[in-house]
């Protein structure tokens, strides 16, 4: 499985990125990845609080953080010390990564070649870029697009007017018409004059027996991936961010919104027009109603409504 989809420069070492800081271990950067995922010559980051415990455990070579972080890095880590760790991470992604922070033409669409995919029905005017992968039994129709090293499970329905990149789909999956999947998210650092883009270099990953319904959008990961659990629904015009992580066997109604890192249980259910703020964690099983803004973390097994989403009992004593 393809871990990165983008162009990544060669023997970029640590002191490359930050010449200004003392490195004790020169190594060539293999790649930029999360705390939890890094591995030996990883270079990673670590912001907040909340992943101390992934901090504590991570076999990343460097990560940048700050001075009152770093006593969480194991003594393994180099640790990299700034102000602005994000902006940090973001300089070092581009460096990298020189095409991750906007989303250019892929050079290598061609019409589809029927001799390539004998057992894949194909509209009219379908695009496929090099190195893509589609399973038996497959329809994609007319209009898509399918960027390079996308991978398309088997027994998928694609819709009309969809696109896909950076995206890996498993099987009996169903996307509806005029779905843009894979594109980059929203995300930059505000400076002076400029806004300094921040490159995208995740995937979106869709397990088995997912069906997303039409115009819906789901951005890749950052660093981390998208990913949607297995027989997971979501309806028409369902906005996914860059990180989330949604669980097994949930059902999202239409135009809910969900901001970059959040992760969701399983069998979840959100009523329409329902927002989830970033950076939460929503227990298995909950439900929370349409319309609600949920901005705090939720636990298994719960019932919320409102803005700010409360325990629906709470919710209704308002009324």
Do not use: W
């Not at 102000?83 to 061609?110: C, Q, T």
């Not at 019409?111 to 992968?133: A, R």
Request: glycine share 10%; hydrophobic share 35%; net charge positive.
């Amino acid at each position: 499985m393809k871990e990165v989809f983008f162009f990544k420069k060669k023997n970029i070492k640590i002191k490359d990125l930050f010449p200004h800081i003392k490195i004790k271990n020169n190594f060539n950067v293999a790649s930029i990845k999360p705390l939890h995922k890094a591995k030996i010559n990883d270079l990673s980051f670590f912001d907040s609080i909340n992943y101390k415990e992934n901090a504590l455990k991570t076999k990343a070579s460097a990560c940048i953080t700050n001075s009152n972080l770093e006593k969480y890095l194991p003594n393994s880590t180099e640790k990299i010390i700034v102000n602005h760790v994000l902006f940090d991470l973001a300089k070092s992604i581009k460096a990298l990564y020189p095409s991750a922070d906007i989303d250019h033409i892929d050079k290598s669409l061609k019409p589809i070649s029927t001799k390539k995919f004998k057992d894949v029905v194909f509209g009219n005017n379908v695009l496929v870029g090099k190195n893509v992968e589609v399973g038996k039994n497959t329809q994609i129709g007319s209009n898509t697009i399918i960027e390079h090293d996308v991978k398309i499970g088997k027994n998928c329905v694609i819709g009309y007017g969809t696109i896909l990149k950076n995206t890996i789909l498993g099987d009996d999956v169903v996307i509806q018409d005029n779905c843009k999947i894979g594109q980059k998210g929203f995300g930059f650092i505000p400076i002076k004059s400029k806004n300094f883009k921040f490159p995208h270099i995740g995937r979106v990953i869709i397990k088995n027996k997912v069906e997303i319904a039409s115009s819906c959008t789901i951005d890749r990961g950052s660093v981390d991936d998208t990913i949607i659990g297995k027989n997971t629904y979501l309806d028409n015009q369902v906005h996914i961010a860059h990180n989330v992580q949604i669980g097994e066997d949930c059902m999202i109604a239409g135009q809910v919104g969900f901001a970059g890192s959040s992760e969701i249980g399983n069998s979840v259910k959100i009523g329409g027009q329902a927002g989830i703020s970033g950076h939460l964690k929503i227990g298995n099983n909950v439900k929370i109603g349409g319309g609600s803004g949920v901005v705090k973390d939720i636990e298994d097994n719960q019932i919320v409504m409102g803005y700010p989403a409360v325990p629906l009992k709470e919710f209704l004593k308002k009324k």
